[in-house]
T-cell receptor, first 112, second 113 residues
Framework: QQQVKQSPQSLIVQKGGISIINCAYE??????FPWYQQFPGKGPALLIA???DVSEKKEGRFTISFNKSAKQFSLHIMDSQPGDSATYFC???????????WGAGTKLIIKP | DSGVTQTPKHLITATGQRVTLRCSPR?????VYWYQQSLDQGLQFLIQ???????AKGNILERFSAQQFPDLHSELNLSSLELGDSALYFC????????????FGPGTRLLVL
């Protein structure tokens, strides 16, 4: 019940296309859903995060869509660029223990 | 630059040895987290300290131990090293107990030969 399932494991998208990464969870107590971006050889960095009081959050070309009833959330990258090539991790946590539960990661490659 | 520093950047050692990885959190952050990332693998949460006290434990082996000192820096000790311990070890810090932004350091790359 503490797991966050992330898919796909890897993704190849053409430059200018839309990249979509999905995550699903079971624990209904989760109330914080961040996405982290990691470039090779670097530590992950927070990209965007959402709380369940909204269904969507947009920051530039990056959008989180949140479906509370389906217990799913996804990251959409519009107009994907080669510089977006990285590994993306979703995560979730609950106020009860504050511990972040991480997805397995998605390796995204944007082809020029 | 996240403000989190980790030393050393690279470490090469032999099986059976013991090493210590060091992390200095961002100024003002009270939580320190340790993660292990093997080649092309996800992030494995090892352990969290908050203001000097162990707060959460993940998949940390008994051969591994950590502590957070009064100045809030943290050390991760890895002993009886095995080939499979070769990985990137990240430290992250956050202001509170969790559920907020974690700032990751650049990592320590450990190679066990």
């Amino acid at each position: 019940q503490q797991q966050v399932k992330q898919s796909p494991q890897s993704l190849i998208v053409q430059k200018g296309g839309i990249s979509i990464i999905n995550c699903a969870y079971e624990n209904t107590a989760f109330d914080y859903f961040p996405w982290y971006q990691q470039f090779p050889g670097k530590g992950p960095a927070l990209l965007i995060a959402i709380r369940p009081d909204v269904s969507e959050k947009k920051e530039g070309r990056f959008t989180i869509s949140f479906n509370k009833s389906a217990k799913q959330f996804s990251l959409h990258i519009m107009d994907s660029q080669p510089g977006d090539s990285a590994t993306y991790f979703c995560a979730a946590s609950a106020r009860s223990n504050y511990q972040l539960i991480w997805g397995a990661g998605t390796k995204l490659i944007i082809k020029p | 630059d996240s403000g989190v520093t980790q030393t050393p950047k690279h470490l090469i050692t032999a099986t059976g040895q013991r090493v210590t990885l060091r992390c200095s959190p961002r100024s003002g952050d009270l939580s320190v987290y340790w993660y292990q990332q093997s080649l092309d693998q996800g992030l494995q949460f090892l352990i969290q300290y908050y203001n000097g006290e162990e707060r959460a434990k993940g998949n940390i082996l008994e051969r591994f131990s950590a502590q957070q000192f009064p100045d809030l820096h943290s050390e991760l000790n890895l002993s009886s090293l095995e080939l499979g311990d070769s990985a990137l070890y990240f430290c992250a810090s956050s202001v509170g107990k969790g559920a907020e932004t974690q700032y990751f350091g650049p990592g320590t790359r450990l190679l066990v030969l």
